[in-house]
């Protein structure tokens, strides 16, 4: 199966993609690392890197499932486009996608949280907290039955 995490910088999906990777002994494909790589690599800042991370991520994914793996997919996923490129992929492969949706409900914890996290990804330019609040009120609305987890 394919399960695609969601959710806005600093909610927790990234702990609970790894946590269930760990207990699945399912990979975990990250599109933050991804596109860091590509940084480190020599593309420029100016290049559409986030979108190249998440094409990346489906090719990866793609080989994963090709092997009758499941996969876990760690990424924001705040668009339709994104979510329907996950879709698009289990579809191929004729396995089922799952959605989890990882949100902090506080706002207060949410930014402490993201605040005091070090994740370490060299290479990454993590987001300010007003680019989160901005996402935030772009998050598209779900059109997919998904698993919601308050964390």
Not at 42 to 71: E, F, I, K, M, N
Not at 119 to 136: K, L, N
Not at 144 to 151: E, K, M, N, S
Request: aromatic share 6%; net charge neutral.
């Amino acid at each position: 199966m394919l399960i695609a995490m969601a959710g806005l910088p600093g909610a927790g999906k990234s702990s609970v993609a790894e946590e269930l990777g760990r207990k699945s002994a399912a990979p975990v494909v990250s599109v933050d690392p991804i596109e860091a790589a590509m940084r480190r690599a020599g593309v420029a800042r100016s290049q559409p890197t986030g979108l190249a991370a998440y094409a990346v991520a489906v090719a990866v994914a793609d080989g994963v499932l090709a092997l009758g793996q499941t996969v876990i997919i760690d990424a924001v996923n705040a668009v339709e486009e994104a979510r329907a490129q996950w879709r698009s992929l289990a579809s191929r492969r004729g396995v089922p996608v799952v959605f989890i949706e990882v949100v902090c409900s506080d706002p207060v914890v949410h930014r402490r949280r993201f605040e005091g996290r070090s994740r370490g990804i060299e290479g990454f330019d993590e987001p300010t907290w007003e680019a989160v609040e901005r996402r935030r009120e772009e998050f598209a609305a779900w059109a997919d039955d998904r698993l919601v987890l308050a964390a």
